[in-house]
């Protein structure tokens, strides 16, 4: 079963020679016949370089964006749009992650109207959910239908492709993981919401901590259809690692 492995850069690496460093992992481990698929979601200024090194060397990972403005143009200082990625040939943004719900106040309104400029566009949302609080793991459904509901309940654009990425708060760059029991669970509840939004369900991603040592663990998840990964995804060996899993796993 081919799966996804998205990495979510962050604000990461600081230096060209770091992303040149990634970058040739990458050109190293993904091919034409892999069966992942890998997507990297580096920092907006790196977005155009990376592309272009794609069409030279080439790599067979896709590029996505960190997330994209509510408008499609105009007085937005700082921002990027949906159109811009869509017309540099990229087809993934991250939207709603929690960092950006964090440091950036972005509401569920917000999530709702950076999905809708994805999906005018074409563009494929990962959209991050994780409504469980900072320090206390259990899960709060209300939360994560609201999320759930506030991104996928569009009026017209409703059935586009996209992609739920569940990220509990207290799992992202903490070293503690759901356990694939929980992570179950929470699907089987964000397919049930789905499906009775869109009349059918969307790939789902599990992030939080993810690295090569218990991905294994993850992959006996059925449901599952790979991962966001933050902080591992910005050491080579780790990425090797990573994808040489998926591999063996898609193989099986
Ligand atoms: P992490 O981050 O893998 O460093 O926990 C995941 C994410 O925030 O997407």
Redesign the pocket.
């Known amino acids: 079963m081919s799966r996804i492995l998205?990495f979510?850069w962050?604000m990461n690496p600081t230096t060209r020679s770091q992303v040149k460093e990634l970058t040739a992992t990458l050109q190293e481990m993904t091919h034409d016949q892999l069966r992942s698929r890998v997507i990297v979601c580096p920092p907006s200024i790196y977005l155009s370089s990376l592309h272009d090194q794609q069409e030279k060397l080439p790599f067979h990972a896709e590029i996505g964006g960190q997330d994209i403005a509510t408008e499609e143009q105009g007085a937005f200082t700082g921002q990027i749009s949906a159109p811009m990625l869509q017309d540099m040939g990229i087809i993934y943004t991250?939207i709603g992650?929690?960092?950006t719900r964090k440091y950036q106040h972005v509401s569920n309104q917000i999530v709702k109207e950076k999905t809708q400029q994805a999906f005018a566009v074409d563009l494929i949302p990962i959209i991050?959910i994780g409504y469980t609080h900072e320090q206390d793991q259990d899960v709060d459904y209300d939360g994560l239908r609201t999320e759930i509901q506030a991104a996928l309940d569009q009026d017209d654009l409703h059935n586009k492709p996209c992609i739920i990425?569940y990220?509990p708060i207290w799992?992202?760059?903490?070293?503690k993981t759901a356990t694939p029991e929980m992570i179950d669970e929470v699907f089987a509840f964000i397919d049930q919401e789905v499906q009775a939004l869109r009349g059918e369900t969307v790939p789902l991603l599990y992030?939080?901590?993810?690295?090569h040592q218990n991905m294994n663990a993850f992959l006996t998840i059925e449901r599952l259809d790979g991962f966001?990964?933050?902080?591992?995804?910005l050491d080579p060996e780790e990425v090797k690692a990573m994808i040489k899993i998926m591999e063996e796993d898609a193989q099986k």
């Open positions: 998205a979510n962050k991250l992650h929690s960092e991050c990425a990220e799992a992202i760059g903490t070293g992030g939080g901590s993810v690295n966001l990964v933050g902080g591992a995804s």
